[in-house]
């Protein structure tokens, strides 16, 4: 196993629509201690899985450097590497049995056949799979080959292992179930990770250090809940889901809201404010500041758009989004009152980049997805 560190990493192609190259990664720098794992999250198309195929030389940045346990390996060649790369697609060969996809890196390194058989034996029963020795990849489960996938990438014994949203193409079920399997099996190889993915919650589910990476940098690293808890811009707060914004005012170490006023540890001036809608209260109120909109089912939750009646905001924001219990439900059109806590406000400079205000249930279902 290994500490996996990048230095700098930046990353250009040359692109059909500008006659200039298009960076896809700039200056990116983090660090994987030894057996931990660390998920790089971030819309898809912004260099996720480039970064992956960098660290185990399928790409040469054009900037930086990659380093195992205090080496660089840049110059170091993938089969010489130490770091596997397993994709969306397991990419078995159809035609080899599960023994014989799972021995197919030691058969290509020139491994004996009893060695050969003995790993495979070993990564079989490590995934739970020797019953299905025998079988070729067609005759087994999504989830089945994702765990062929993964003794594959381990038989080899590998520095570095890579997961490029391996579990995205199963269903809901299934994925959750892989991913349970995935962090069970690491915890016991203790193998260095860096996994990729778009889904928020199984980022801040399957890491130890969780890094954002929008538009080819990295924008915050840190554990889960904190990367969670306390977002550096309204950009990274949006990806965790619809947030709540509105005008806050520091004067004299006190801070002023809509909810009202608490202490606050900043200077004097206006800010951007920020709630998630688990942290607003909701009470039916024939006098409230409030109405609501529309009201979901969520199973254990509802989820209410609520228009404020009172001036939230100067930046044209015209609903809250609450997550409230299923107990009192309320119905559309229902004056409420609108309460939280007022030292959970998450503030940002006035001046942050907003999304823009929504302006039909269309357009805002879509911010939902």
């Known amino acids: ?11 250009s192609f040359s692109s059909k629509r500008r006659n200039a190259p298009e960076t896809v990664l700039s200056h990116v720098s983090l660090a994987v201690p030894d057996g931990k794992i ?32 205090g080496e660089s390996v840049l110059r170091v060649p993938v089969e010489r590497r130490g770091a596997v790369l397993v ?23 020139g491994a004996s056949r009893g060695e050969q058989r003995q790993v495979a034996a070993e990564m079989l ?30 038989a080899v014994r590998p520095r570095i292992l890579l997961l490029d949203e391996p579990f995205s193409s199963l269903d809901a079920r299934l994925r959750r179930s892989m991913r349970a399997f995935m962090r069970a ?13 778009h889904d928020w919650e199984e980022a801040l589910q399957d ?32 990806f965790f889901g619809v947030r709540n914004y509105f005008d806050v005012e520091v004067r004299d170490g ?6 009202g006023s608490a202490p606050a540890d900043a200077p004097d001036g206006r800010y951007l404010g920020m709630l998630r809608p688990d942290q607003i209260a909701l009470l039916p109120d024939a006098g409230g500041a409030g109405s609501v909109l529309s009201a979901e089912y969520g199973g254990e939750r ?68």
């Open 1 to 11: 196993m290994a500490n996996l560190e990048l230095r700098n990493i930046s990353k």
């Open 38 to 69: 660390f998920c790089l999250l971030g819309p898809s198309g912004i260099g996720k899985s480039t970064l992956l195929k960098i660290v185990c030389g399928l790409l040469v940045p054009e900037e930086g450097d990659v380093l195992f346990d």
């Open 87 to 109: 994709f969306q697609d397991a990419s078995l060969f159809p035609h080899l049995t599960v023994e014989e996809n799972i021995a197919f890196g030691l058969k290509m390194r």
């Open 125 to 154: 029963s490590l995934v739970e799979m020797e019953e299905c020795a025998r079988k070729l990849p067609g005759e087994i489960s999504g989830g089945q080959k994702q765990r062929v996938a993964l003794a594959r990438a381990l």
């Open 185 to 197: 099996l690491q915890r016991k190889t203790g193998i260095t990770t860096l996994l990729v993915t």
């Open 207 to 238: 890491s130890d250090i969780l890094g954002l990476l929008f538009d080819g940098k990295l924008l915050q690293t840190g554990a889960p809940e904190d990367v969670f808890s306390n977002p550096v811009s309204p950009r990274a707060a949006d």
């Open 254 to 259: 006190t801070l002023s809201s809509p909810f």
């Open 302 to 369: 509802i989820f209410y758009d609520i228009v404020p009646s009172f001036s939230a905001n100067g930046c044209g924001w015209s609903r809250f989004r609450v997550a409230a219990s299923l107990e009192g439900r309320l119905r559309e059109g229902e004056k409420v009152s609108m309460s939280a806590r007022c030292d959970t406000i998450r503030l940002f400079p006035a001046e942050s980049d907003r999304r823009e205000p929504r302006e039909t249930e269309s357009s805002y279902e879509q911010d939902l997805q």
